[in-house]
């Protein structure tokens, strides 16, 4: 990393403001960083240089330091329509899909004095963990473990890009969307902080939709104060998105620094999960005991119905994949493979242009919707996803936030991911819940595994308590 | 009560049992779903938004407009308005279907049970129960007839706010399925939800038929989909109930189908092709929040509900005291209602009045192929014609020449009938010389008429009117031919 | 309850997926995997749970009726692959 991209997001505004170095500067560097290392970590699908630089020179030109992200270079998941910059969501089935609009977050964040400096890779549709289902091939995490001889690990996913670019100094921040842990996993695997807010707080209007009722998108950053700077810009009512909701924006990088004494965090006992890495059982252990010094007070509390999570969200997320995805036909936008009827251009091209993932989970959304046996599997999962819901509201009344594991393990090496799909899924045993209760969860770096790599704690708030989070994180970032 | 409609059968009679499913499309200026205008009739794809399109991220925010149609909708159909409903997916594939799901109300419909009430023919009513109104996306467009080996997909219409208004299997004749929808229309247009324009498509009906014979359980029905007219509806449930009892009386069973009418031939055919196993998934759209109306919005439209064709018409004999047929006529839409009691606006007589509007008028707007927002006589004219006739200065048939030259000029009748010199003579002395002329021009007939041959008197009469150029007042000549005639 | 190879075959179809008869008991046995693991669900007491409609406490927002969108034919047929006079084009549908 240069010192320009070795900056947080943070210093990178303040640099700006203080004409320490220009916007043109600043995006330079990054570019060339993206130049130098892109061919190995394949974070990006598209570079924007020139539009970024274009930018850049127009903010130097007409500086506004008084915008939240001054000329600062950011990294743009590529489930983010932009307009006139193709848009990929890392599948064949979009082709060359040229969106004719800007989603709401990435317009609020260019409206911040955000320059995108490109659209990065991610699991295809946002469904996987690692990172290896895109059409654009698999990313690689930046980082290596102390026996690694080469870059082999995977980032996580499916905001395996973003997380990738944002370690590596490709961009000072960026953005992910989180449908069961698509920003919180990531981010733990890469060594980031990376915030999913609640259901409603970011705009879904414009981001490709993967399950309707979960996604949300949130900032992915190498601080925990980056990540509330990045959130201000991201966040806001948007009457585009019927479920977006109007309450104000707060300052969220007032939270930070703030003290957390006399603040209630409660670990949840059935987190504490058979065959979980000791490395990660300790870190937790360790991340409990620095707040517990801050002033916390730290006690067991309970969520009963968490080991019902993973499967109620298999249903779910399939149920709404399979409908959301049934508008690329082949027909209005993207690729076509042609049929003597419709109905055969619709397989042809559903078939060449959705990867093994995606159609397994249409598939099994289809299944669990269709007649006989939508009450069995859909309705069912909807019943115990407002019991898990009810799980963290009773939670809440007794504790301010919940300290878990972001993720069971740390990185693994591409090629050695567990070939069962299911337990592939088992990645995300931790973040699913908060997503099912639309609850806003942090991740940050929590520790290392044996192997050096980072490894991830989350705290988990209760509805708009995102502040909560922020304050709390900034105290773990620094003890630990 | 009215004899129970029944089909002769080989094997005996029939009973006909059908329920309707009506799509309606919402007076609106946008869709349902986006900011796209409903305005008929643009170049291909113009009144799309991406939305409409179903384009990668974006996203359904309702009308408020369309859901205050479709609770005065359920209003007017005196039916519950559920306060809180849900927006489901139907899941499909199809050309027209942009996103692969159309959005619709599944389980939990804005509207549940209501009914309406329809006239028979001998003048008895029959309520008519309503299961639901929901609202729902429309299609778009699939145009087949432009290329060989292509369809071309306009999605002009895709999204268009429809209400579907599904009444209870309650129908059991012809006649009254074509009075059921000429009534729900009749208060569609009341209420402005809908236009009713049955050509347009913007309502379209679909026909569940079944027959049995009397009093036996309920048998297989059929769905006849999109008959576009009033006509099309009796003769497509005349031509399946047909072939239903055909088949059966033949010994064969119903398949449970969905069949098209084909109005050049006159017969509903299957369509197989619609049919392979569908399995709609419906689930509750999660782009969606629940719809919650308060009570307070309902009470406020309710307070607010224009008054109806069938209150109008009870109004319209007891107030003005018009003959119930001409009321029905006068009731029915809003433009003809408003026209009536504007005309009616210190009329001596609109008793005679409305009999003119039904009559002449009609007649007039008919000839002219047009509707009374283009009357050529404006109410105030009209009533300034009948208050000629109520007055005595014209008769009723000179009242028609008259009437026939306001159509062609922008004159009050009154202007007309002195500039013509149209004045009815009520003036004895004038009178009494003409019928002395007509008595001194037929010695014969008057010899005829007093040795019995009463019938005479009308060609009297008539000779007098004639003589009087129509001009002469009827009651007048009456009284005085009788004397004369002693 | 486990899939057949003809159910998977059904519910490809209904997703509009070609999936060749080669491929289908592999498929079977991979979704017949992930909902062996999504039936734990089944051992859940939900008697009397109203199912969740959205996690938010918010209600529909109604829109204003206006006609705000749309005049923009050219780019809502800017990225179909085959298109004419404006059109969408598919291979003909017959009804």
């Given amino acids: 990393m240069s010192e320009l991209t070795a900056l947080s997001l943070t210093a990178a505004a303040a640099g700006i403001r203080a004409k320490k170095f220009s916007s043109v500067e600043l995006v330079d560097a990054h570019l060339s960083a993206i130049t130098a290392q892109n061919p190995a970590l394949n974070a990006f699908i598209t570079v924007t240089a020139e539009a970024a630089q274009q930018a850049a020179k127009a903010y130097d030109a007409k500086p506004t330091p008084d915008a939240l992200l001054p000329g600062l270079p950011i990294g743009m998941k590529d489930l983010f329509c932009t307009k006139g910059v193709r848009t990929t969501a890392a599948s064949k089935i979009l082709g060359n899909f040229i969106p004719p609009y800007e989603s709401t977050v990435s317009a609020n964040l260019a409206a911040a004095g955000a320059i995108t400096v490109g659209k990065l890779n991610l699991d295809e549709f946002a469904m996987g963990s690692a990172n290896i289902t895109s059409a654009y091939g698999a990313v690689k995490n930046p980082l290596k473990a102390n026996d690694d001889t080469a870059l082999c690990r995977v980032p996580g996913g499916s905001s395996g890009g973003s997380a990738s670019a944002v370690k590596a100094g490709l961009c000072l921040a960026a953005t992910g969307t989180d449908t069961g842990g698509s920003i919180r996993q990531p981010a733990a695997f890469c060594g980031i902080v990376g915030l999913k807010p609640t259901y409603g707080r970011c705009s879904r209007w414009g981001i490709i939709a993967f399950a309707s009722s979960l996604d949300q998108a949130g900032p992915m950053t190498r601080t925990v104060t980056d990540a509330a700077l990045m959130l201000r810009a991201m966040a806001g009512f948007d009457p585009k998105d019927s479920t977006s909701v109007d309450t104000p924006v707060p300052d969220y990088t007032a939270a930070i620094g703030q003290s957390i004494k006399g603040k209630r965090i409660g670990l949840p006992k059935e987190y504490r999960l058979d065959g979980t890495a000791p490395a990660v059982l300790a870190m937790w252990d360790k991340a409990a005991q620095a707040l517990r010094e801050a002033g916390a007070e730290v006690v067991e509390v309970s969520l009963p119905h968490t080991a019902y999570a993973l499967p109620t969200y298999y249903i779910i997320a399939p149920a709404e994949a399979s409908s959301n995805l049934a508008r690329y036909d082949g027909v209005r936008f993207g690729a076509r493979v042609d049929g003597d009827t419709l109905d055969h251009l619709y397989e042809n091209t559903r078939a060449a242009g959705f990867g093994a993932e995606v159609q397994r989970r249409i598939l099994i959304g289809t299944y669990v919707l269709s007649a006989g046996y939508y009450d069995a599997y859909y309705l069912k999962a909807q019943k115990v996803r407002a019991l898990i819901a009810r799980d963290f509201s009773e939670a809440f009344k007794s504790v301010d936030a919940l300290l878990t594991p972001t993720a069971p393990t740390e990185a693994f090496r591409l090629g050695e991911e567990p070939k069962d799909p299911v337990a592939m899924y088992l990645n995300d045993v931790f973040t699913i819940p908060a997503s099912l209760a639309g609850v806003p969860a942090l991740a940050l770096p929590g520790g290392y595994a044996d192997n050096g790599l980072p490894l991830g704690v989350q705290l988990i708030g209760n509805h708009w308590q995102e502040e909560t989070l922020l304050s709390i994180g900034a105290v773990l970032e620094q003890a630990l | ?486 | ?95």
């Fill in chain 3, 1 to 95: 309850m486990a899939l057949s190879t003809d159910t998977v075959s059904n519910v490809a179809r209904l997703s509009r997926l070609a999936i060749t008869p080669e491929r289908l008991p592999a498929l079977a046995a991979e979704l017949n995997n992930i909902l062996g693991f999504i039936e734990q669900l089944s051992a859940v007491n939900t008697d009397g749970v109203e199912p969740l409609r959205s996690v938010s406490a918010a209600t529909l927002r109604l829109r204003e009726d206006a006609a705000t969108d749309g005049n923009q034919a050219e780019a809502v047929t800017a990225n179909a692959p085959e298109k004419s006079h404006g059109f969408f084009v598919v291979p003909k549908v017959v009804e």
């Fill in chain 2, 1 to 486: 009560m009215s004899t129970p409609y029944r089909i002769k059968g080989r094997t005996g009679d029939w009973e006909l049992v059908m329920g309707l499913e009506v799509h309606a499309q919402v007076i609106s200026q946008s869709k349902l779903f986006s900011g796209a205008s409903t305005l008929f009739g643009a170049e291909p794809n113009a009144n799309v938004s991406f939305v409409d399109a179903g384009f990668p991220g974006m996203l359904p925010v309702i009308n408020g407009v369309c859901v205050e149609q479709a609770i005065k909708t359920g209003l007017g159909l005196n039916a519950v308005i559920n306060t809180t409903s849900i927006f489901d997916r139907k899941n499909y594939f199809y050309a027209d279907l942009p996103s692969g799901y159309q959005i619709s109300q599944y389980q939990q419909p804005i509207v549940g049970e209501g009914w309406l009430d329809i006239e028979l023919e001998d003048g008895s009513t029959k309520r008519i129960g309503i299961e639901r109104l929901h609202l729902e996306q429309d299609a778009g467009k699939s145009i087949h007839d432009q290329h060989p080996t292509k369809s071309y997909v306009d999605l002009n219409r895709a999204g268009v706010a429809l209400m579907e208004i599904v009444s209870k299997p309650d129908l059991s004749a012809p006649f009254e399925a074509a009075a059921y929808i000429k009534k729900l229309r009749g208060i569609l247009r009341a209420l402005g939800t809908c236009d009713g324009n049955m050509e347009e498509g913007n309502l379209r009906c679909d026909v569940n038929v079944s027959v049995r014979k009397p009093g036996a359980p309920l048998g297989t029905r059929c769905e006849i989909k999109n008959v576009n007219s009033v006509r099309f509806v009796v003769q497509a449930i005349e031509f399946e109930a047909a072939r239903q009892i055909e088949i059966l009386e033949d010994g064969g069973t119903i398949r449970q189908e969905t069949r098209l009418y084909d109005s050049a031939k006159g017969e509903t055919r299957s369509m197989r092709g619609k049919e392979n196993a569908h399995d709609y998934r419906y689930f509750p759209d999660p782009d969606l929040l629940p719809l919650m109306i308060p009570q307070a919005q309902i009470d406020r439209i309710r307070a607010a509900m224009p008054e109806l064709p069938e209150a109008r018409r009870k109004r319209f004999v007891t107030q003005y005291g018009v003959a119930p047929q001409d009321a029905l006529l006068l009731a029915e839409e809003n433009d003809i209602a408003a026209y009536f009691e504007e005309a009616a606006k210190g009329a001596t007589d609109a008793k005679l009045l409305a009999s003119w509007a039904v009559g002449e008028l009609f007649a007039a707007l008919n000839k002219a192929g047009t509707g009374i927002e283009n009357s050529p006589l404006s109410p105030a004219r009209l009533r300034g014609l009948v208050e000629l006739i109520s007055n005595g200065t014209i008769s009723g048939r000179i009242a028609k020449d008259v009437f026939a030259l306001m159509l062609e000029s922008q004159d009050e009748a009154a202007a007309i009938v002195e500039a013509k010199g149209l004045r009815q003579v009520s003036d004895t002395g004038a009178l009494e010389k003409a019928i002395a002329e007509v008595l001194a021009a037929n010695p014969d007939k008057v010899t005829e008429y007093k040795s019995g041959k009463d019938k005479l008197f009308g060609f009297f009469v008539g000779a007098v009117m004639k003589a009087t150029g129509g001009k002469a007042n009827p009651g007048v000549v009456n009284d005085l031919l009788k004397k004369a005639l002693g």
